[in-house]
């Protein structure tokens, strides 16, 4: 009898706004129209915590971590203005403002701290990605495709995801909100 349970990737990120979303997939439209396909392609905007693979009863235990997390954080706006054509990196991705980035950095920061095992990749720093694996010659043809980009989102939700083998896609499957609530101190409540 074979107990071995199977184990999936699975990545937990910050997931913008459905608005913010669609405005990364029209900028993603405009740079394949430009070049053809490329890698994050399809994958929808986020930005990743971490990576992992898991089991159904590891995966729970991310889980609860992520809501015991979610359950006291705060919301807060970001703005990501800076575009990033990296030929070192083969990139071109969104960065936050100073503001946005202190603050990410922060949020990442606990989280990853709050998720910790042996069995996770943390991700870099905060960004959205636009393309990824490019040549230099794509990542040229990119540099006068975008004007001035601005996008702001409300930071409130945290998303797990697991990777498609079949379309090759990290695709969500469970998001948690900011909830915000006050922060219970266990050693007050022992002397009430």
Sequence with gaps: MNLKLNRDWYSVVIYPQAKVIDEIAVMKDKFAAKIGWFASRNSKAHITVVVFMADQYELNFYIE?????CYTQKQQEVVFDQLSLSKFSRAIVLLPNDLSKAYLTDLLKRLRKQLRTSQTINGSNAHISIGRELSSAQIELAENLYDQVSLKFNCDTVAIRKFNETKRQF?????????????IDTQYLLFN
């Design 65 to 69: 971590q992520i809501e015991e997390f």
């Design 171 to 183: 695709e969500v499957i469970k998001t948690f909100k900011f909830l915000e609530n006050p922060l």
